[in-house]
């Protein structure tokens, strides 16, 4: 039987939508996290150079792919994992729908998802047929076993960083009760120098080295602009990584070569991402000075793509005062019932139309 999922929550947008297009400048859409900045010309060059692949990529990735994304992680993100122990995956989403449906988890598992999240979250549980639960304190959990915990730092919607501290009781409460961790990380490039500093689960300060029980989700969507390209991947626990390459392969779960190149060069290659972080940035200053001048509150949104802002009203009216601005903008409501009275702004527009959006809320 096939599993009731929600509706897709941006479907509900469209009344929305048509509001703010038909401002005399058009709509600025910040709704949706994707991204508008051109795509490296090292890894369009790479793509390109790799179009000529009649045969079959493999679901493991080629061994330039693995030992670039090895690389990555430890430069950029000072975590260190074997290279065979890296996974390429059609982007990070789809890797997080079927998460845990490949581990093998059921209607008599549990699925614990942050209290605002990711709708994919939730949706990967129910494909499953898994239960969710909210939580955000595991203490509240009590003596549940569930089979995987979801953490998300530098988190969507939120923008909130967990600090070290509270990563290593998360890693400590899983492997006591044998869960599986999922870290989604696809924000991780996304620091703007304030504290806490994102950090990834398969640091050695959160997790001691141990890789046990522990998988970290990443993405090139953002970093890299590649949200077009479908480039992802998941390392960890080479235990629970052979487990998904085994099922992928039966499933047929294969990156494309010439995007397996372009994912090669896109890790190789660091100035880029600094390039892209300091675009996000200069978005990121000029759009929470308009939104406080207007008269909205910032809430955590330390780092990652979006502003966590709210007006202290409902999330609906928050996104109809918007559109009638021309500014598109997603209720919180969309990332759980916590945020009823919060909108998610996204970074992900022009500096040109970022500063239409400063003019029109002055």
């Not at 090139?220 to 052979?242: H, N």
């Not at 919060?342 to 970074?347: D, G, I, K």
Request: charge should be negative.
């Amino acid at each position: 039987m096939t599993p009731a999922l929600p509706t897709f929550p941006w479907d509900s947008l469209a009344e929305a939508k048509s509001l703010a297009a038909g401002h005399p400048d058009g709509v600025v859409d910040l709704s949706v996290g994707t991204p508008v900045d051109p795509v490296p010309p090292v890894v369009q060059e790479a793509l390109t150079t790799a179009a000529a692949a009649p045969g079959y990529p493999t679901t493991h990735g080629t061994p330039e792919l693995r030992a670039a994304a090895a690389a990555a992680l430890e430069r950029r993100h000072g975590v260190t994992v074997p290279a065979e122990d890296v996974l390429p995956t059609i982007g990070s989403k789809e890797l997080v729908a079927w998460l845990p449906t490949l581990l093998g988890l059921g209607s008599a598992d549990t699925v614990v998802i942050p209290e605002l999240s990711y709708p994919t979250y939730e949706v990967g549980a129910k494909l499953a047929g898994a239960s969710v639960v909210r939580a955000d304190g595991l203490l509240a959990l009590g003596p549940a076993r569930p089979g995987l915990v979801w953490v998300n730092s530098p988190g969507n919607p939120t923008g909130r960083v967990l600090p070290v501290e509270h990563l290593r009781k998360v890693v400590a409460w899983t492997r006591e009760r044998g869960s599986v961790l999922a870290s989604d990380e696809c924000y991780l490039t996304l620091g703007y120098g304030t504290e806490p500093e994102p950090l990834s689960v398969l640091h050695p300060s959160v997790c001691d080295g141990d890789l046990t029980g522990l998988l970290a989700v990443h993405s090139l969507s953002k970093s890299s602009s590649l949200a077009g390209y479908r480039a992802g991947f998941v390392t960890g626990d080479p235990e629970l990584v052979a487990r998904l390459l085994a099922t992928r392969k039966h499933a047929g779960m294969m990156v494309p070569r010439p995007v397996q190149a372009a994912m090669t060069a896109a890790l190789s290659d660091d100035t880029h991402v600094a390039e892209q972080r300091s675009r996000f940035a200069a978005r990121r200053a000029v759009l929470r000075e308009a939104l406080e001048g207007a008269g909205f509150r910032i809430d955590h949104s330390e780092a990652g793509l979006y502003l966590w802002a709210t007006r202290d009203e409902p999330a609906w009216e928050t996104v109809s005062w918007l559109a009638t601005r021309g500014v598109l903008v997603a209720p919180g409501t969309f990332y759980g019932p916590a945020g009823e009275r919060h909108v998610r702004v996204a970074l992900t527009a022009t500096d040109e139309r970022v500063a239409q959006v400063s003019r029109r809320l002055a």
